[in-house]
């Protein structure tokens, strides 16, 4: 495949481009997922102790 | 010659230029994180790239590609999946949380606060230190070979130039984190890739013909390759072969995991103001991580084709070509087979990905001297920790530039492997562990860590013949290189020279880190409730 002779290493080619897929859909869909801001945290922390 | 160190010379003017402009901002800003938080997403992404990637991932590892070919390839998809997706979205979300909870400023102090540990600390900060100088020699040697190759400049006196320039970035702003600077890297290490993809498969007529014509390369491949079992680059290595078990077990598999448990990585998500930034890391990362090693590694196994079809290297592959040097594969190739123009850009590009790798570097080795070993491990008092993490900075610069000169060729990437190799047997099941774990102790923790450095360093000087055999400790034990010497040739016990040592430290500090918590003193509840307050 792709002029490749193991199909092993072709399937590696092709996990390089998935996996950055992969990487740019995840990264778009949680684009303004912010989660616990920092600054949270360490007031949160300050308060326990 | 003339217009190559005027254009060198102007590029450095711009990024110190941009890393004052950030300084100074960043010194005006009354809030460092918020600043960070203000940028640019393109700015926020090519900066995240430029401390991803060095000359070592690009250099020294692409010419591995040139050597074994596409197997390399499996560490782009490792670097791309665990590098920054599980990294960035299982370990980065914890590690930022439990460590701002904890007011964690390293990642050695953030194993000690979890652990309630000063020795946990101590000693994590003491192996970073011994250790992190011959990763950061090997970033060294890479860029010092490019200007070698390309500038004609001697190693030597490279060696000595760059690393005048670096302390004096380092000092100047390198390790606030200056975004600008770091992006402006990013932004030139980016396109120069790119200008070789499309060189590479456009001088072969296409990305299938190329392909080819390296498949039908493989009756060239060298001798001694033949004979440790490769077949061809895209034909890979014959599967349990000594060279198979180099690429996969060292190359492979000892750096795409090891990433999970580098320290200078661990401390950016712990800088970070909320998972936002994380979660836009992984876009960035993903795109920017196979532009930069994946074309590396494509470009490093077509160069074979290239040589031997260039008139200057008429019938030679890309290890012929450069003289039997690994390290220079890359190098030879940008500067007498690409166009003059790009050979300086590329260098440039080299020049940034070194810079801003190693100023993360040495701060880390800096730190983990003083604060995590000095500081907190031997309980020292210290009234100017920023006086003496100049000056551990400052040792650890000495150390690597010291390992840059005596390390032998051909090292950029074992020197990589053998930094990441040892980071995932020492601190990667504590700090996994660590995580998502509260059934695991202090006990544990200690017993798992210095438990994988024992077993790392024990293979390193005994078994595994790529470090057992110079160092010649085993041969003036036992009489001979390696104690897998000892069995019949051929065998499965044998072949355990060419086996990496995290494939055996690794699961056995994963085991004594789960053992040794089962029958050892659990953690206070309250301590646990406070470490995982917000997970």
Known sequence: MLGIASPELALAYVLCLAASVLCVVYGIIKWNDTGVLSMELQDSAKEDE | MTIKIILALVYLVIVFWLAFKGWRETRQASDYMLAGRQMHPFVMAMSYGATFISTSAIIGFGGAAGMFGFPLLWLTVLNIFVGVFIAFVFFGKRTRRMGVTLDAHTFPELLGLRYQS?????????????FIPIYAAAVLIGICRMIEVNLEIPFAHALLGFTVILAVYVITGGLKGVMYTEAFQGSLMFAMMLVMLVFAYSSLGGVTEAHQALTDLAPHMPENLKAGGMLG????????????????????????????????????????NSDRELN????????????????????????NVIFFQSQAFAGKVAIQAAGGNMDKIIPVFVTDIMPEWFGVLFLLAMFAAAMSTLASQYHAGGTSLGRDFYEKGMGAQVS???????????????????????????????????FFGLCAAAFLPCFFLGLYWRGVTRAGAMVSMVGGFIISAFYLLFVH????????LCQAMFG????????????AL?????????????PISFALAFLVSLASAKLPKEHLDFCWKRL
Not at chain 2, 286 to 300: E, K, L, P, R, S
Request: proline fraction near 5%.
């Open chain 2, 233 to 272: 680059w895209t034909q890979g290595a014959q599967l349990g072969s000594p060279l198979w078990l180099v690429i996969y077990t060292t190359l492979v598999w000892g750096v795409g995991v090891g990433v999970l448990a580098q320290p200078q990585l661990a401390v950016r998500y712990m800088t970070v």
């Open chain 2, 465 to 472: 013949s790529a470090e057992s055999a110079p160092l010649g």
């Open chain 2, 480 to 491: 001979v290189d390696s104690l897998a010497l000892l069995a019949e040739k051929g065998s």
């Open chain 2, 384 to 418: 100017d920790p920023l006086k003496v993490n100049r000056a551990t900075v400052g040792i650890i610069i000495i150390i690597t530039t010291i390992w840059a000169w005596v390390l032998p060729p051909s090292i950029i990437a074992k020197a990589t492997a053998f």
């Open chain 2, 118 to 130: 000063r020795f946990i600390q101590g000693f994590a900060g003491l192996i970073i230190f011994l």
């Open chain 2, 280 to 303: 836009r890391a992984v876009l960035f990362g993903g795109v920017f991580i196979v532009a930069m090693t994946g074309i590396a590694f494509v470009v490093g196994a077509l160069s």
């Open chain 2, 494 to 506: 044998w072949k355990l020279q060419f086996v990496d040592p995290n494939i055996v430290a690794m």
